[in-house]
């Protein structure tokens, strides 16, 4: 049990009962463990630093004891709490990464002796006994239990993100659910709206008058003069051109019709 006597040196000032005695001895085997001290309370303060010693305030509530501890690679990180129960001792220990808990009783005048807290070879007794509960309750239930949760979900390697990846402003594409595409045609931007109005040779969309020559069904020939009390004069309206209908399609003035086998 090389470096309990020293510790034990260390803060025997500070030692004034049994549940002293038991911190002292639980810190000393936390600390063979791999461990360093780092301050008291569930929070880190602005004093903390990695020590093999107990930290400044350890026992300053004679009931409820909490230590922190850190790795020596800074791998993972313990809170200890030891409250005291009448004659017994309730250690509580909670790892921070894998939030993995474990617990242990020890009765306090088993392994201490209430009556020569100021000597050291005489404070301890079961050494051993109360050595191996601390490490089969504590040190070996959380060291699996971490281990357990390291491999349970191993680190992940991805590839690079690309800049059009990393770009926050980038409005990422719509891929459709299925690999067939819908039969219409994308959308035009909001001002294509009536460009084939304007254009009426450039083959836009987007227009708003009736046009049955280009509705897509197939049509016949249509009489310019629909709708009108009298015919066009030949040419008034182009084979072909786009325009108003001037009445309902169909309807042709009376007269005599025009001959189009030459068109």
Same mark, same amino acid.
């Given at each position: 049990?090389?470096?309990?006597?020293?510790?034990?040196?260390?803060?025997?000032?500070?030692?004034?009962?049994?549940?002293?005695?038991?911190?002292?001895?639980?810190?000393?085997? $936390?600390?063979?463990? &791999?461990?360093?001290?780092?301050?008291?309370?569930? =929070?880190?303060?602005?004093?903390?630093?990695?020590? %093999?010693?107990?930290?400044?305030?350890?026992?300053?509530n004679k009931d409820l004891y909490v230590l922190r501890?850190?790795?020596?690679?800074?791998?993972?990180?313990?809170?200890?709490?030891?409250?005291?129960?009448?004659?017994?001792?309730?250690?509580?220990?909670?790892?921070?990464?894998? =939030?993995?808990?474990?617990?242990?009783?020890?009765?306090?005048?088993?392994?201490?002796?209430?009556?020569?807290?100021?000597?050291?070879?005489?404070?301890?007794?079961?050494?051993?006994?109360?050595?191996?509960?601390? $490490?089969?309750?504590?040190?070996?239930?959380?060291h699996e239990q971490w281990e357990k949760a390291n491999?349970?979900?191993?680190?992940?390697?991805? !590839?690079?993100?690309?800049?059009?990846?990393?770009? !926050?402003?980038?409005?990422?594409?719509?891929?459709?659910?299925?690999?067939?595409?819908?039969?219409?045609?994308?959308?035009?931007?909001?001002?294509?709206?009536?460009? %084939?109005?304007?254009?009426?040779?450039?083959?836009?969309?987007?227009?708003?008058i009736v046009d049955p020559l280009r509705s897509g069904?197939?049509?016949?020939?249509?009489?310019?003069?629909?709708?009108?009390?009298?015919?066009?004069?030949?040419?008034?309206? !182009?084979? &072909?051109?786009?325009?108003?209908?001037?009445?309902?399609?169909?309807?042709?003035?009376?007269?005599?019709?025009?001959?189009?086998?030459?068109?």
């Amino acid at each position: 049990m090389a470096g309990l006597e020293v510790l034990f040196a260390s803060a025997a000032p500070a030692i004034t009962c049994t549940q002293d005695a038991l911190v002292c001895f639980l810190h000393w085997e $936390v600390v063979t463990h &791999g461990y360093y001290g780092l301050g008291v309370g569930d =929070q880190p303060g602005p004093n903390d630093k990695k020590s %093999e010693l107990l930290p400044a305030g350890w026992n300053n509530n004679k009931d409820l004891y909490v230590l922190r501890y850190e790795y020596k690679d800074g791998s993972r990180k313990l809170l200890v709490k030891a409250i005291t129960v009448e004659s017994s001792m309730i250690l509580n220990v909670l790892e921070y990464g894998s =939030q993995q808990v474990a617990d242990l009783t020890l009765n306090l005048d088993d392994y201490i002796d209430a009556e020569h807290l100021g000597d050291f070879h005489r404070t301890y007794k079961n050494n051993e006994e109360l050595r191996s509960r601390i $490490v089969s309750g504590i040190i070996t239930p959380i060291h699996e239990q971490w281990e357990k949760a390291n491999v349970s979900s191993p680190h992940r390697e991805f !590839p690079p993100a690309t800049a059009r990846e990393v770009d !926050p402003l980038r409005i990422p594409p719509h891929h459709p659910h299925t690999s067939r595409q819908p039969p219409w045609c994308d959308p035009l931007g909001p001002f294509a709206v009536g460009g %084939e109005d304007l254009d009426p040779f450039g083959h836009r969309r987007g227009g708003m008058i009736v046009d049955p020559l280009r509705s897509g069904f197939p049509r016949a020939l249509i009489d310019p003069s629909s709708g009108l009390p009298n015919r066009l004069p030949p040419g008034a309206v !182009p084979p &072909g051109a786009r325009f108003d209908p001037f009445g309902p399609i169909g309807t042709s003035p009376p007269g005599p019709r025009p001959d189009r086998r030459g068109q």
